[in-house]
């Protein structure tokens, strides 16, 4: 059964979408529910032309309404589809197939009767069609339209004056029926569609705004925090150390001859660099750590529960030899190593600023030292 929909939309609906490359996923699906609605009113008045050909006997002027009004039916379809796929332009292709529809029943409202017409019911089509499609304010000016046509045909009732009706009396019950159906029929096909479409909609909403607060919050080549996200964790854990009255310690990381690397293989490798560097630093942290890029060569991580400056610099000595296995991309091995500071909470600062302060001073005076891996140890308490 899923095949049949996936058939429609890939040889119906899919070529009849304006072929722009900077077609929002939003108006793609608005741009889907104009053609689907096209072609469903197609299949229906084809539906209807073949019923009533084959299944009533209806007499020649009938027939003649009702083929004046499917051609000039299909020839709005037709215009709305081009000009929907060729110009793009949704709001103009759904007010000519919208104004063609009207004529068509204009025409067969002429000849049935005028204001006694039974497609009378369908005139609310128009309208209906033009709120979901378009929007209030179209449906506010179509209804405007059907009430003015209704005034005028209601007037020249009253005037005494007698349309023609092509409909014989015996027919009529079942021309009533076909012109409520056919406006009760439309109307539900719209709607549900117009759900679906929402709902859709909704879900694709939904997801984009779930990946623009990813993204805006986390670093595009390592995929860890980054440096607005991070400050918002320090101050978070601030909050929630100071009223349960417990620590935790911020690390500093900075590549050791980060720029060499760039300067000489190229941007390139050294993006490798860091997104191998992230992943180590993701193997040796805790769930409830949080790492973050705070930019180019700059890590930092949150180690909340962690005060004792012994055990941080057996934590730091541990991302050191782990970072310190050689890396190979593109036959080329390069030795990653950080040099590394580190503060607590609120034993060197108790705001976000003055324990990245802390936190970096010792980093540099690591890196001044060149040798890692033994200045931990030698870090000030």
């Given at each position: 059964m899923q095949k049949i929909p996936n058939l429609f939309r890939s040889y119906l609906i899919e070529p009849w979408l304006?072929?722009?490359p900077d077609t929002s996923n939003y108006q793609r699906h608005r741009n889907r529910f104009v053609v689907s609605v096209l072609w469903g009113t197609l299949l229906y008045i084809t539906a209807v032309v073949l019923i009533s050909q084959l299944g009533f006997d209806i007499e020649i002027e009938s027939r003649q309404l009702l083929t004046v009004f499917s051609l000039t039916a299909i020839l709005g379809i037709v215009s709305a589809l081009f000009?929907?796929?060729?110009?793009?332009r949704q709001i103009l292709a759904l007010n000519l197939f919208i104004t063609?529809?009207?004529?068509?029943?204009?025409?067969?409202?002429l000849n049935t009767g005028g204001i006694y017409s039974p497609m009378v019911p369908c005139a609310i089509i128009?309208?209906?069609l033009a709120t979901l499609s378009i929007g209030a304010r179209a449906g506010i000016i179509w209804s405007f339209i059907i009430f003015v046509f209704s005034t005028?045909?209601?007037i020249a009732a009253k005037a005494g004056i007698v349309f023609a009706n092509a409909i014989a009396p015996e027919t009529e019950v079942l021309a009533e029926f076909v012109g409520i159906f056919t406006a009760s029929t439309f109307i539900i096909f719209i709607t549900v569609y117009y759900d679906i479409s929402t709902r859709r909609l909704r879900a694709l909403f939904e997801s984009e705004h779930s990946k623009f607060i990813h993204l805006a919050h986390h670093d595009s080549l390592t995929g860890l925090a980054n440096r607005r996200h991070f400050i918002n964790e320090i101050e978070r854990a601030i909050f929630d150390a100071s009223i349960n009255n417990t620590s935790f310690c911020v690390l500093y990381f900075d590549l050791n001859e980060f720029k060499n690397i760039?300067?000489?293989l190229g941007h390139h490798y050294g993006d490798m660099i860091l997104m191998e560097f992230a992943k180590r630093l993701r193997a040796q942290s805790r769930a409830s750590d949080i790492i973050a890029r705070l930019g180019g060569d700059e890590f930092s991580m949150l180690l909340p529960g962690l005060g004792d400056s012994e055990v941080i610099k057996t934590k730091i000595l541990s991302y050191s030899e782990a970072l310190a296995k050689p890396l190979t991309l593109e036959d080329i091995t390069y030795q990653i190593s950080a040099s590394i500071g580190y503060?607590?909470?609120p034993k060197h600062g108790k705001d976000c600023e003055s324990l990245l302060k802390v936190a970096d001073h010792k980093m540099y005076s690591?890196?001044?030292s060149n040798n890692s891996s033994a200045a931990y140890s030698k870090q000030p308490s």
């Amino acid at each position: 059964m899923q095949k049949i929909p996936n058939l429609f939309r890939s040889y119906l609906i899919e070529p009849w979408l304006p072929q722009t490359p900077d077609t929002s996923n939003y108006q793609r699906h608005r741009n889907r529910f104009v053609v689907s609605v096209l072609w469903g009113t197609l299949l229906y008045i084809t539906a209807v032309v073949l019923i009533s050909q084959l299944g009533f006997d209806i007499e020649i002027e009938s027939r003649q309404l009702l083929t004046v009004f499917s051609l000039t039916a299909i020839l709005g379809i037709v215009s709305a589809l081009f000009t929907l796929r060729f110009t793009g332009r949704q709001i103009l292709a759904l007010n000519l197939f919208i104004t063609t529809l009207s004529f068509g029943l204009l025409y067969i409202v002429l000849n049935t009767g005028g204001i006694y017409s039974p497609m009378v019911p369908c005139a609310i089509i128009m309208p209906a069609l033009a709120t979901l499609s378009i929007g209030a304010r179209a449906g506010i000016i179509w209804s405007f339209i059907i009430f003015v046509f209704s005034t005028a045909f209601y007037i020249a009732a009253k005037a005494g004056i007698v349309f023609a009706n092509a409909i014989a009396p015996e027919t009529e019950v079942l021309a009533e029926f076909v012109g409520i159906f056919t406006a009760s029929t439309f109307i539900i096909f719209i709607t549900v569609y117009y759900d679906i479409s929402t709902r859709r909609l909704r879900a694709l909403f939904e997801s984009e705004h779930s990946k623009f607060i990813h993204l805006a919050h986390h670093d595009s080549l390592t995929g860890l925090a980054n440096r607005r996200h991070f400050i918002n964790e320090i101050e978070r854990a601030i909050f929630d150390a100071s009223i349960n009255n417990t620590s935790f310690c911020v690390l500093y990381f900075d590549l050791n001859e980060f720029k060499n690397i760039n300067d000489t293989l190229g941007h390139h490798y050294g993006d490798m660099i860091l997104m191998e560097f992230a992943k180590r630093l993701r193997a040796q942290s805790r769930a409830s750590d949080i790492i973050a890029r705070l930019g180019g060569d700059e890590f930092s991580m949150l180690l909340p529960g962690l005060g004792d400056s012994e055990v941080i610099k057996t934590k730091i000595l541990s991302y050191s030899e782990a970072l310190a296995k050689p890396l190979t991309l593109e036959d080329i091995t390069y030795q990653i190593s950080a040099s590394i500071g580190y503060a607590i909470y609120p034993k060197h600062g108790k705001d976000c600023e003055s324990l990245l302060k802390v936190a970096d001073h010792k980093m540099y005076s690591v890196k001044r030292s060149n040798n890692s891996s033994a200045a931990y140890s030698k870090q000030p308490s």
